[in-house]
């Protein structure tokens, strides 16, 4: 680069200093003034020419390297550097990598000093997806339909399977730490349930026919006798949706909400024989029953249903307000299926569903919707209006249907009007309701009692004595605000007359809103009885003269029903 102490010595032309231009002499004026131009420019390109390599060669003397240690990947290597190298240069110096999770000890932005120590940590996660097992609870369920000290296994427990998703750290192929990422259940746990009996504080009677009821997800029977108690499904996971008894007693159709069911899948609808050896419960591939399904009289081993649509918006399901037919064999093969009425709207509120109820002769089907009720076709499944409603508006997430059954001659359907109350502008609000019968073929109405509130349930009784069927109902204790109040049960005649309370007595709590069912058919009208469920409990009532006798004490009943 040359030596920077070496002079720096000019030599400029000579000017002619002490000289006259004249006009005679400019051409060689120019000439010389544009050699002296030229020289002056060399020489000043000269200038800037050493100055460069002044500069030059003074970087070249004071740069200063420095020296460091590199620990990378289970070896130490030393590097020179210049001054004001940075950890990261220093490594990318010394020809490695760092992965996204590599750290170093100092930071890679430290500015290092000679003979700095730096140590790159290698960083690597792994992942690992461990099943472990959820145990199942026990739980013990007390009851008196068992004796005393008997234990009954209603349900089996299974562990469930929790899927566990592990980060593990590494730093230079040692394990630093150990986290959870996410935790899946693959399967619920499934609790064990044991029935133990306790001793019934009630004593037993002869009853006519099979009363089934269910009572902690279980269904039970009496067979003839308010003491002998049959278990008939012991899975624990009855709705109550559908608990319905076949005409001669034999079957009982019931769903079930299973465990672990896919998302769309409210529940599934089963049935059962009820004998002296009972077979396995049979699954009729039904799902998704909320509304109705019920034996078809006439028609051994053969059940009409209504579908609805699951969904995550309250109520939970938005309903088909179909109608469809199952029949199966004795050993439980489904061997018909067939549709009577398609998917539809279902009228006003219709997203709440329809219901139906069939005539004793098995020759009428009644339908009964929030906006009315009427007859089906049963050959092409039109749907014949008897009656518009008024549809009440609930201002919540559930609809009022008006509730439908037929006399034992089944030329007459009970059921409630809605009417206008006085002085509300909006007729869908009025607090009124009253209990009416429809008489057929001719259609006309006829007023019963008026301010039964809205689950008054009307249910005749299957026989007739000498004055004709009785008439069971529920009347409100405080009609005005039917939705909330408790209940009365009510009995009179056919036509309205001879109009009692007989349960519960006066004083006491009322009755939940409830399915009045009544004892089979006998001989002597005078022995008809009522049940109903008391707070949680089954109480047998005459309704003769309204005595009545609890037979269940675990308070846990929710259905029954009596054939």
Known sequence: MGNPSLPIILSLPDMGAGKTIQSGHVRGFNQRHKTWSEGLLGAF??????????ACAAQSVGQVMIQVNVQADGKTSKITVPVGTTAQGAYIAAGLSLGSLDRSDPPLSTVLADHATLHLIRVHEEFENVEEAIPFEHQVVHNESLPQGQTLLIQPGTNGIQETTYRHLYEDGIEVSKSVV???????????????????????????????????GNAWV???????????????????????????????????KIS????????????SKIADRPMPPIDLKVKNIVNYAGWVPGSPQTIAYSTVEARNTAPGWQANNDLQFLSFTASGEIIRRKQLIAPNSGGVYGWWGTYFAWSQDGTKLAYSRPDGIGLVDLKTGDLQPLLNITPYQTRA???????????????????????????????????????IVLSLPKVS?????????????????????????QVAFLQAVFPDQSDSSRYRLMVMDRDGSNRRSIFPQEGLPGLDPQQIVWSPAEDDPNKAMIAVIY???????????GSAQQITGDGLTSNIDWK
């Open 45 to 54: 390109l000269g200038l800037i020419f050493l100055f460069g390599l002044n």
């Open 182 to 216: 996410k935790s899946v259940i693959i399967k619920e746990a499934t609790p064990e349930i044991v029935m133990v009996g306790v001793q019934a504080p009630f004593t037993a009677f002869a009853i006519p026919g099979r009363l089934v009821y269910l009572t902690g």
């Open 222 to 256: 009496m067979d003839g006798s308010t003491g002998n108690r049959i278990p008939v499904v012991t899975s624990g996971d009855l709705d109550g949706r559908v608990f319905s008894l076949s005409p001669d007693g034999a079957w009982l159709l019931y769903t079930r």
């Open 260 to 271: 672990g069911s896919p998302q769309d899948t409210i529940n599934t609808l089963w049935v």
């Open 397 to 435: 997430d559930w609809a009022w249907v008006p509730p439908i059954a037929w006399s034992p001659d089944s030329e007459f359907v009970y059921s409630i009007a809605h009417p206008p109350a006085p002085g509300i502008n909006d007729p869908e609000t009025s607090p009124l309701f009253d209990l």
């Open 445 to 469: 109405l006829i007023p019963l009692a008026v301010q039964t509130g809205m689950f008054a349930a009307p249910r005749p009784s299957p026989y007739q004595g000498s004055s004709g069927w």
């Open 535 to 545: 707070q949680g409990n089954i109480w047998l009532i005459s309704s003769k003269n």
